[in-house]
């Protein structure tokens, strides 16, 4: 236990320490564009927070590497996991920093993310059977072809899941980094229960991705000074992948005996942990193309712009995802643990639904006559700004507040002040 917690610190304290260098690299190469339309943001902000995040993970990986118990684990396993999540994840930074510096059409984005993908299959990080319980006819074993084939799916969707959640400040690593304490939980619940080389690997790897996640939050919580971009989200969705991959043990039969949920909780687990953003990735999906467009075209429609449009503030929205993570994920492991009977998981996932329509009606519900917009009308979001630097308080000067600004015709985009200061007349029919 003691080695997973010093893995996941020296990874937080190596990612929280190259942030601000990579920050400042960011600003000087021009990585840092023009507000969107579709963006909640409203300052330029520097991306490439990735690039720090994945000296991160180097450094956690290796550092795992030399500890006793779990250095010891990861050489006898068949899989070189070390060497495997180092190359792949810099073959999947250099593909999100190239899109973030100068912008990347997606199908070339997704042949990166399909080779970053094979490189952890050509040494040996893949899914090597489908679990099952014996009256369901047992665990189904993958030939080499279908495993690949698979795994590469899994990696893919797993990518694309974690980026197409990356809207807010904080949203993907806050999830990523509770998706990965719950494959941690179960990882160290099926050591208990065997010793299977990959299960320590699996525990390793999500310790690493933990530490690697909250060494980041820092920076990137609301306000954010800096973002993950590509680079970052498409790497963490990478880590995330390989460790549902390598979570499955070695021996269908170990867990035969087990009651149905640790059973199928390598097929429930991806799905619980990823639930947010799997939801987010097939809503925009359909959504799109039923517009007509490329799955891959940037819209405005995705479950975090919706809880910002239906009031919450940017911070509420975040952690009300956080909150929906936690419980399904939690609930899933937790089921597990305790050996209850596996008709429980659609209860869960009632539970949980019910809770996120709860969370997301809640400014309507105390909305209601208007009394919310009334008193908070004229207020500013106690949030501060969405992202960048604090503005300068200017002192109330009530002549100025009264009058339109008369220093010239505005440049750029307006801001609050000016929202404010210049009086919308009515135009006549």
């Known amino acids: 236990m003691r080695e997973y917690l010093f893995m996941a610190l020296i990874s937080a304290a ?9 920050r400042r690299f960011a600003i000087r190469i021009g990585a840092m564009p023009e507000v969107r339309a579709r963006d909640v943001h409203t300052t330029p902000t520097p991306r490439l927070g990735g690039l720090a995040m994945y000296g991160g993970l180097v450094v956690g990986l290796l550092t795992a590497s030399q ?5 010891g684990a990861l050489a006898e396993s068949d899989t070189n996991a070390v060497t495997a999540l180092i190359v792949a994840g810099a073959l999947i930074t250099l593909t999100g920093f190239l899109d973030d510096w100068w912008g990347m059409d997606a199908f070339i984005k997704l042949g990166g993310q399909i080779a970053a993908a094979g490189v952890l299959v050509f040494f040996n990080m893949r899914l090597l059977y489908i679990p099952l319980p014996k009256d369901w006819g047992g665990s189904t074993s993958l030939d080499y072809t ?29 999830i990523v980094c509770i998706a990965a304490m719950a494959t941690w939980a179960y990882s160290i619940f099926l050591a208990q229960s065997m010793s299977v080389g990959n299960i320590t690997t699996t525990a390793a790897i999500a310790a690493v991705l ?9 920076h990137n919580f609301h306000p954010a000074k800096i973002f993950m971009g590509d680079t970052g989200a498409m790497l963490i969705g990478l880590v995330l992948a390989s460790s549902i991959v390598t979570v499955t043990p070695l021996d269908p039969a170990a867990i035969d005996e087990m009651n149905k949920v640790p059973v ?10 990823l639930v947010l953003p799997l939801i987010d990735l097939i809503t925009a999906v359909v959504r799109r193309t039923s517009l007509g467009l490329s799955p891959f075209a940037p819209d405005r429609g995705h479950l975090h712009h919706r809880l910002l449009d239906i009031g919450h503030s940017h911070r509420r929205s975040v952690l009300i995802m956080y909150a929906w993570a936690f419980l399904f994920a939690f609930s899933m492991v937790l089921l597990a643990r305790e050996g ?15 809770v996120l329509v709860l969370l997301m009606a809640a400014p309507r519900w105390r909305g209601r006559g208007g009394a919310r917009r009334s008193s908070r009308g004229n207020e500013p979001d106690d949030d501060g700004p969405p ?14 507040s009264q009058h339109p600004r008369d220093d010239g015709p505005p440049t750029g985009r307006a801001t609050a002040e000016d929202k404010t200061a210049i009086p919308v007349f009515p135009t006549r029919p």
């Open 14 to 22: 190596v990612t929280y320490l190259l942030v601000p260098l990579v």
């Open 67 to 71: 500890l006793t118990h779990t250095g």
């Open 146 to 174: 279908l495993s690949t084939i698979i795994t590469i799916m899994v990696v893919v969707v797993t990518i694309n899941a974690v980026n197409f959640v990356d809207g807010l400040d904080g949203l993907a690593a806050g």
């Open 210 to 218: 933990i530490g690697t996640c909250l060494g980041f939050l820092p």
């Open 264 to 273: 199928f909780l390598p097929l429930l687990l991806p799905a619980a942990v």
């Open 340 to 354: 209850v009977p596996v008709v429980l998981f659609p209860v869960v996932v009632v539970v949980a639904v019910t």
């Open 387 to 400: 992202t960048g630097p604090m503005p300068p308080i200017l002192p109330d000067d009530p002549v100025r």
